[in-house]
């Protein structure tokens, strides 16, 4: 059975989706993810979806779900590269995933992650201090 | 066929006398519809429609104008009330033009059977009803001829209406003029979310300075807007929020919190700017 890879950059994790998504590999994702980050004491995640054409009600909570999942392991998702057609479809579908920061592309979306880090490491010396 | 005899050949040989009748009538009639229609265009529209009449009559008989040998005077009819539609004639000027052919044809049918009471009766409802349909059909194919102009003046709003401006690298502009609606906000939508791909700018700004009215149903559509805009990792900014409409806004309860609004385009561009760590120095 096929399976979307979910790469290691440093502290964070890469998962690019370059295949439709169906609702087996949606599932076996958002498994595979969870248990990578909780292993790898991953602090950010970067899903790209640029390649994903279309979605329909459960990629699309499926989509929420994951960005969810992995916020409360205490890693920051971004999610980049979302499509035209896709943001429709998940704004008319009600899933304006509140709390998932998106960009544009995946260089960018790996800048934010820096700075979302970068201010969250300040916060935490702050606290020591 | 045989029996509206008389009316076939009152159409030939009376031509002349129904001609003339009838445009004295329809000179009188158009007398409003001044500068849209020559005289002379009028004359030659009323004989080339008698000419073809009769001949249709003559061939495939008065019974039914529906009928395939008739299809020559549906075309004409046609023809006549499109050219009408453009010239901005109105729907009852248009079908006129059948139906004052009636007085003429009665005249000259009241002269062929003064002695035949009977057969005259015939004759006018053959000729009443024969005018009637052509009428009609006139008047069906003027209405289309104008839905068909009103349907093109929509498709050519709708692209006029979505104009998607770079304003400067990463950042777009969306001035929307007129109502929204939901088919409008769509295309707005798909527009402007194509060229945020296309330039990967990650600001864009819709300007609502030419919407005149901003309710419910606009309201949620632009927070749909905002939101796609977001998911596709892109900010939103809002200007050109007229006095009126922030009240509005309020007052309809609409939750516009966590979208940037701006007054104008200039403080909208100010703040893009910013955000992109653009500054200028006045020398």
Redesign the interface.
């Known amino acids: 059975m096929d399976r979307i890879p979910i790469l290691k950059m440093g502290e964070f994790l890469l998962v690019t989706i370059q295949v439709d998504m169906h609702d087996q590999l949606a599932l076996q994702l958002q498994d595979d993810l969870t248990r990578a980050i909780d292993r790898n004491g991953a602090k950010g995640v970067l899903i790209d979806i640029s390649a994903l054409g279309m979605v329909d009600s459960f990629i699309g909570r499926m989509i929420a779900d994951i960005s969810g999942m992995a916020r409360i392991l205490d890693a920051k998702t971004v999610?980049?590269?979302?499509?035209?057609a896709?943001?429709?479809t998940?704004?008319?579908l009600g899933l304006?995933?509140p709390g998932v920061a998106?960009?544009?592309?995946v260089e960018?979306?790996m800048r934010l992650l820096r700075q979302t880090l970068a201010e969250s490491d300040d916060d935490a010396n702050f606290i020591k201090r | 066929m045989t029996s509206n005899g008389t009316l076939v050949s009152a159409l030939q040989t009376r031509r002349q006398e129904i001609l003339a009748t009838w445009l004295a009538q329809l000179e009188h009639i158009s007398a409003s519809s001044k500068g849209r229609l020559s005289s002379k265009d009028l004359g030659r529209q009323a004989d080339d429609f008698l000419t073809i009449l009769a001949s249709a009559a003559q061939a495939h008989g008065t019974d039914d104008a529906g009928a395939e040998g008739w299809q020559s005077v549906r075309e004409f009819l046609e023809d006549l009330s499109r050219q009408r539609v453009l010239a901005g004639f109105s729907s009852d000027e248009t079908a006129t033009f059948i139906f004052s052919l009636k007085r003429p044809i009665f005249d000259a049918l009241g002269k062929v059977c003064s002695d035949d009471a009977e057969n005259l009766a015939e004759q006018l409802w053959a000729a009443t009803e024969l005018l009637d349909k052509l009428g009609l059909h006139t008047v069906k194919t003027f209405q289309a001829s104008r839905e068909e102009v009103i349907g093109r003046q929509q498709t050519e709003l709708l692209e006029l209406s979505t104009p998607v401006v770079k304003l400067w690298d990463g950042i777009l502009a969306l001035p929307m003029i007129g109502t929204l609606d939901s088919a409008r906000t769509q295309i707005v939508m798909e527009s402007l979310l194509q060229k945020i791909v296309e330039t990967e700018s990650q600001i864009a700004i819709i300007d609502i300075t030419g919407v005149p009215t901003v309710d419910t149903l606009v309201a949620q559509h632009l927070l749909k807007t905002v939101t796609a805009i977001r998911l596709m990792g892109a900010d939103c900014i809002i200007s050109g929020v007229r006095p009126q409409i922030a009240q509005t806004i309020v007052h309809l309860g609409v939750d516009l919190l966590g979208v940037t609004t701006k007054a104008n385009l200039a403080d909208a561009l100010a703040l893009a700017l910013k955000r992109n760590g653009i500054s200028f120095v006045k020398h």
């Open positions: 999610l980049v590269g979302m499509q035209p896709v943001a429709i998940l704004v008319e304006s995933l998106t960009a544009l592309n960018r979306g």
